[in-house]
């Protein structure tokens, strides 16, 4: 096959993806993952001029009170600086890819979420700028921006899934 075939087949693959999100209001990411490591995860929060921080003043991964970054998906990073970019927003993040997160494929282990703290300038950009989309299994609040990102509100902070990006 010639490339003009593969392409059109990728585009026709794509275009039923984005009506199975459409219709079905399935939510995947559009390529696997790349995880990274958690010094080139801070590295890059640090020229973004994010912030994290963990309420056991640590990173390792294997303890809950710490804040890792340990296999994150590159697409969580990038995702959550788009965040910062587009909102103006100070952004502290307090939760990534330590145990002691709820479990699932799309979770925090996996590299999915980041928990962000919630400052009223980052909740008022998310309730304001993304769709309610109502509440989450477990009662909290729940927002999807334009690129099927989820953002649900749990009190104290952001816990957000990033099947992409976002527009990076």
């Not at 999100?21 to 958690?38: D, E, K, M, N, Q």
Request: charged share 10%; aromatic share 10%.
């Amino acid at each position: 096959m010639n490339k003009l075939v593969h392409k059109k087949t990728a585009s026709i693959i794509l275009a039923l993806f984005a009506v199975a999100v459409a219709v079905f209001g399935v939510s995947a990411p559009a390529y696997a993952a790349t995880t990274i490591s958690h010094a080139s995860a801070t590295s890059q929060l640090s020229a973004a001029g994010i912030t994290w921080s963990s309420s056991g003043n640590c990173a390792t991964r294997s303890n809950s009170t710490c804040t890792s970054f340990e296999q994150v998906n590159q697409e969580s990073i990038s995702g959550v600086i788009t965040l910062k970019n587009a909102s103006g927003c100070a952004i502290n993040v307090t939760g990534g890819t330590e145990v002691g997160h709820a479990s699932g494929t799309y979770s925090h282990y996996n590299g999915y979420k980041l928990d962000v703290s919630d400052y009223a300038c980052i909740s008022s950009y998310i309730t304001n700028t993304f769709t309610y989309t109502g509440l989450r299994g477990d009662g909290y609040p729940q927002y999807q921006s334009g690129a099927g990102n989820l953002y649900a509100d749990e009190g104290s902070h952001w816990d957000i899934t990033f099947y992409n990006c976002g527009g990076c």
